[in-house]
């Protein structure tokens, strides 16, 4: 088989290399070294400096580049998902032939989420919807509708149902499953799209919602006049405007990434026994809400604590320090699916001479075969193990930069004090997860 299922169906760790340092050893290490640089950023760091790094610097000779590029990527991302979808309604059902599984549960939720953190918001180019709606824009007017506050939540559901198909469905990536997923959520998008206008994207679309906050901690950006900016990594995070759609957002997927590491340890095996279809996925659902409250409640333990001394709102600072939850994701994202992504993306290309699983050849590389060696694993090991650390410690940052812009610096401290026995705790977890899955 050309694509490995069990890494398919099973994000979880997966191949990796054994670091030479026992779990209790790193963790250690790793609490330390978190608990250092809180102290040293309340220390050193007694003014906000991320929003002033944010501007950076434009480079306006790439302006004219990037808008031809962008035409072309829009027509060969419209393209690719055209042959996703039809692929997965009317190709093979062999999940090792199909273009889907991987497309969908790799290409898309695992690179583009982990390169938008590097690259910037690139997702509003390859969007299939985005370039829809730019059709939609030049036959019909909105006359300033504006979508409903409620349709906002159509994020974190999606994001719900995406996981479930992803962690939980015995047969999530069967194509026709995926298939009927994909046409039902096109149908949903784009009558919104239709109806409120293509900004309405932004508000409420799984994928741009959830991209476009990962992108915000990236060294590169767009200016309004579609220039690439260079600014400070992290510095986006600064005027990031998290809402409680984009929280709650968020935190389910946060949840989501979480559980794909416990779901295949041997812990959750012994907990539920060897069960199988239906009757594992009920569990597994169990699981995934259970590891989903724990985050949040981690999440919103701290922000009660800030709320306290800061006497400042709850529900405000939970969205205003909603940012910090962004490196933490995009950590956990690399420690669980970096040796995924180097695995299946080469399948990917594969699959893209032969997409409906019908024999074809059509650029000479659907008989490839993978190379698991590509990339050392014990490297691929470090960076995943580093990753979680750095996430956490990236998160700590952009917390306090918020505090001491929002608070005293006393209280901008003290404010801090809970989120770091949060972060200490929710990484010594995530190494467990990691080293002994």
């Not at 050392?376 to 960076?383: K, L, M, P």
């Amino acid at each position: 088989m050309l694509l490995a299922q069990a890494s398919l169906l099973a994000h979880g760790i997966g191949s990796r290399g054994d670091l030479p340092l026992p779990f209790w050893q790193f963790a250690w290490a790793s609490s330390v070294a978190i608990a250092v640089s809180f102290f040293a950023v309340g220390e050193w760091w007694s003014k906000p400096k991320l929003a002033e790094a944010e501007s950076g610097k434009s480079l306006a000779w790439t302006q004219t580049p990037t808008r031809i590029g962008e035409l072309l990527i829009r027509a060969g991302s419209l393209t690719l998902f055209a042959v996703t979808l039809l692929a997965a309604l009317f190709g093979s059902t062999d999940k090792s032939e199909n273009i889907a599984p991987v497309a969908v549960f790799v290409a898309l939720w695992v690179v583009v989420q982990g390169l938008v953190c590097f690259f910037g918001n690139f997702w509003t180019a390859i969007s299939p919807f985005e370039t829809i709606g730019l059709a939609f824009d030049r036959i019909r007017s909105t006359n300033g509708a504006k979508a409903p506050s409620w349709t906002h939540w159509m994020a974190p559901v999606a994001a719900a149902a995406f996981l479930f198909m992803e962690l939980i469905h015995p047969d999530g990536a069967e194509p026709r499953n995926i298939g009927i997923a994909m046409a039902i959520y096109v149908v949903i998008t784009m009558a919104g799209v239709w109806k409120w206008g293509r900004e309405w994207l932004g508000d409420a679309e799984l994928f741009a919602v959830h991209f476009g906050l990962m992108s915000a901690m990236a060294p590169l950006a767009r200016d309004s006049h579609g220039a690439i900016r260079l600014r400070m990594p992290l510095s986006g995070l600064a005027k990031l405007d998290i809402g409680r759609v984009g929280t709650a957002t968020l935190l389910v997927v946060l949840g989501g990434v979480t559980f794909d590491g416990l779901g295949e340890s041997e812990l959750f095996r012994d907990l539920i026994g060897r069960q199988s279809g239906w009757t594992e996925a009920w569990y597994r659902l169990a699981g995934i809400v259970v590891v989903t409250a724990a985050v949040s409640g981690l999440y919103l333990v701290s922000i009660r604590s800030m709320a306290r001394i800061t006497g400042q709102s709850r529900p405000i600072l939970a969205n205003l320090f909603a940012p910090s939850l962004v490196p933490i994701l995009f950590g956990y994202t690399i420690a669980h699916y970096l040796q995924l992504a180097f695995d299946e993306m080469q399948n990917f290309v594969f699959r893209l001479s032969d997409p409906f699983g019908q024999g074809w050849d059509l650029f000479g590389g659907a008989d490839g075969v993978v190379n698991f060696n590509l990339v050392s694993v014990d490297a691929v090991a470090w960076c995943q193990a580093l990753a979680v650390v750095i996430g956490h410690i990236a998160g700590i940052l952009v917390a306090h930069d918020r505090a001491v812009g929002l608070f005293d610096r006393l209280d901008a401290l003290r404010s801090q004090f809970v989120m770091l026995f949060v972060m200490v705790l929710y990484s010594i977890l995530g190494l467990w997860l990691l080293l002994n899955a």
